[in-house]
């Protein structure tokens, strides 16, 4: 599975942006995603995943109510609308894939594959 993240920029406080994750390989839809993000000096941090189908969701409480996964499997494409930013959701974006668990799993350890990051900068 290649990952291929799009869509990172600069927005202003309040602001919104969407990031997409392109998947090569036809087993993306069984696979669990996630999104992470690495601020500059602090560890990979867990930000949202969903299963499969998309029915079943997981959130960073810094980011639930504001940040919405979801999926496209015709397309092979997840993606993680952000509202309402915030200077410290500044950092680069990875989406992952987890092709062997249903679980939604909030550890960087658990995914097999990653993309490339995208960066996202929020001014104040």
């Known amino acids: 599975v290649q990952l291929q993240a799009s869509g990172g920029g600069l927005v202003q406080t309040g602001g919104s942006l969407r990031l997409s994750c392109a998947a090569s390989?036809?087993?993306?839809?069984?696979?669990?995603m996630g999104w992470f993000r690495q601020a500059p000096g602090k560890e990979r941090e867990f930000v949202a995943a969903?299963?499969?189908?998309?029915?079943?969701?997981n959130y960073a409480e810094s980011v639930q109510g504001r940040f919405v996964i979801s999926r496209d499997n015709a397309k092979n494409t997840v993606y993680l609308q952000m509202n309402s930013l915030k200077p410290e959701d500044t950092a680069v974006y990875y989406c992952?894939?987890?092709?062997?668990?249903?679980?939604?799993?909030?550890?960087?350890?658990?995914?097999?594959?990653w993309g490339r990051g995208t960066l996202v900068t929020v001014s104040s």
């Open positions: 969903l299963n499969y189908s998309g029915r079943r969701k």
């Open positions: 390989g036809r087993t993306f839809s069984t696979h669990v």
């Open positions: 992952a894939a987890d092709p062997t668990s249903s679980n939604l799993n909030r550890n960087p350890g658990g995914y097999s594959y």
